[in-house]
């Protein structure tokens, strides 16, 4: 049983477009997250929600748009990709915000 | 704004020697040290953590010490075996923002 799965896993797309990751959480967690790991592995936060309200959004451009149909899912929506967007995109979710995090297996970005 | 410091970025070890890899952190509240091992193509997984009511924590192999004076703390992996290959990143929360944030992380190589 994965805990936390997202999709897809990897993602080749154009500058300009808009795509979607989607995430679900199957350890009944009330906080879920997005990471984002560029190529030299750095790991930083850009949302946070906890029981579907966005707590945490990290000064990330507005192309961006998470949404939290239930505690259960966040997903994450790009609009107008650009280049510098190509990355390891993580989901994870906790019990308590700042407590153990478990991490999906990513959804690998790339923008051409 | 706060942060974690990881030092090493790399490092290479004969099998059977140990690692350590160091950190530091800002925030004078921070009371959860995480650290968390990822291998190559998955999400960061915790490997152990400690809390700032103790000073060493052990698992096996693995080992964490903290300092709360000085802000350090660091992990420890005796007996370096071939799976212990991998990313490893340090953790602290922000208080005042109900968040995690990561240290760099270190490239672990086990030499056979």
């Known amino acids: 049983d994965t805990a936390v799965s997202q999709t897809p896993k990897y993602l080749v797309t154009q500058m300009g477009n808009d795509k979607s990751i989607k995430c679900e959480q199957n350890?009944?967690?009330?906080?879920m997250y997005w990471y984002k790991q560029d190529s030299k592995k750095f790991l930083k936060i850009m949302f946070s929600?906890?029981?579907?309200?966005?707590?945490i959004n990290e000064t990330v451009p507005n192309r961006f748009s998470p949404k939290s149909p239930d505690k259960a899912h966040l997903n994450l929506h790009i609009n107008s990709l650009e280049l510098g967007d190509s990355a390891v995109y993580f989901c994870?979710?906790?019990?308590?915000?700042?407590?153990?995090?478990?991490f999906g297996e990513g959804s690998r970005l790339t923008v051409l | 704004g706060e942060n974690v410091e990881q030092h090493p970025s790399t490092l290479s070890v004969q099998e059977g020697d140990s690692a350590v890899i160091k950190c530091t952190y800002s925030?004078?509240?921070?009371?959860?040290f995480p650290w968390y091992k990822q291998e190559l193509g998955k999400g960061p997984q915790l490997i152990i953590d400690i809390r700032s009511n103790v000073g060493e924590k052990k698992d096996q192999r693995i080992a964490v010490t903290l300092n709360k004076t000085a802000k350090h703390f660091s992990l420890h992996i005796t007996e370096t075996q071939p799976e212990d290959s991998a990313v490893y990143f340090c953790a602290a929360p922000v208080s005042s923002a109900s968040k995690i944030i990561f240290g760099s992380g270190t490239r672990l190589s086990i030499r056979p």
């Open positions: 994870a979710s906790s019990q308590v915000r700042t407590g153990e995090l478990f």
């Open positions: 350890l009944g967690h009330d906080t």
């Open positions: 925030d004078s509240a921070s009371n959860y």
């Open positions: 929600y906890n029981n579907k309200e966005l707590i």
